[in-house]
């Protein structure tokens, strides 16, 4: 089954607590994005990568940081967490090859930071 | 700057009516994407459709139709004959023409009444 998958799916932590959330996807897709979703904000991008090895910044890159070593993975890593990223985390895939741009979105991952 | 407004927060209609829900968008750029995802309660991201800044033919999906106008920067999406399964949360987001980086509205959140 073509599918993104996100682990965990819930994380409670403390602030400054070093934490990864892991992003793989099956669908051999070129683009792979984070964003998170925050009650009256929508969607924000976090971070992107149009290919491996091949990162960049998106709307709220502050705080997180990523790396795209394998086409399928997109770890999104927090090395000082602090409570304002307690957030709604979704990663998503797409094929991005000039004709089809639409994400593919994992199931979320619920990060709490105290 | 890049931006998407979904003015509507919150809509209720009753379980049959039509709903139109609006999405006003801002870009600078020539060539543009714009989408609809889909958030039902369960809290996936479910991807509805694309339409490309070249193409401003609208779209008709079953009960779902897509309204583009360039001419007021707007792309709204209407439910016909709504059904209770139509509750979710509805986005609206734009890509500039790489395809690299998106910007979501805050979401309309719909309620089927039955």
């Known amino acids: 089954e073509a599918q993104v998958t996100q682990n965990p799916r819930y994380l409670i932590t403390v602030t400054g607590k070093k934490l990864t959330v892991t992003c793989s996807q099956n669908?051999?897709?070129?683009?792979m994005s984070w964003y998170r979703q925050d009650p009256g904000l929508g969607l924000r991008q976090i971070y992107y990568?149009?290919?491996?090895?091949?990162?960049d910044k998106g709307d709220v890159p502050e705080g997180y940081k990523v790396s795209r070593k394998e086409k399928r993975n997109f770890p999104l890593i927090l090395e000082s967490p602090s409570p304002n990223q307690t957030s709604l985390y979704f990663c998503?895939?797409?094929?991005?090859?000039?004709?089809?741009?639409?994400?593919?979105f994992g199931p979320g991952t619920r990060l709490t930071v105290t | 700057a890049q931006k998407v407004t979904q003015a509507q927060t919150e809509i209720s209609v009753v379980e049959k009516e039509d709903v139109t829900l609006d999405c006003v968008y801002e870009?600078?750029?020539?060539?543009?994407?714009l989408f609809w995802y889909k958030q039902p309660p369960s809290g996936e991201l479910v991807f509805l459709i694309r339409?490309?800044?070249?193409?401003?033919q609208n779209e008709i999906s079953g009960r779902y139709s897509w309204n583009f106008q360039k001419s007021t920067s707007s792309f709204n999406f209407t439910i016909t004959a709504s059904q209770v399964v139509d509750s979710a949360v509805y986005f609206c987001?734009?890509?500039?023409?790489?395809?690299?980086?998106?910007?979501f509205g805050t979401g309309t959140s719909l309620t089927v009444i039955p």
């Open positions: 998503a895939s797409s094929l991005n090859d000039g004709e089809s741009y639409e994400q593919y």
């Open positions: 669908m051999n897709h070129e683009y």
């Open positions: 990568s149009m290919n491996v090895e091949v990162t």
């Open positions: 870009t600078r750029d020539t060539t543009y994407y």
């Open positions: 339409r490309n800044s070249f193409d401003e």
């Open positions: 987001a734009l890509s500039e023409a790489s395809g690299n980086q998106f910007y």
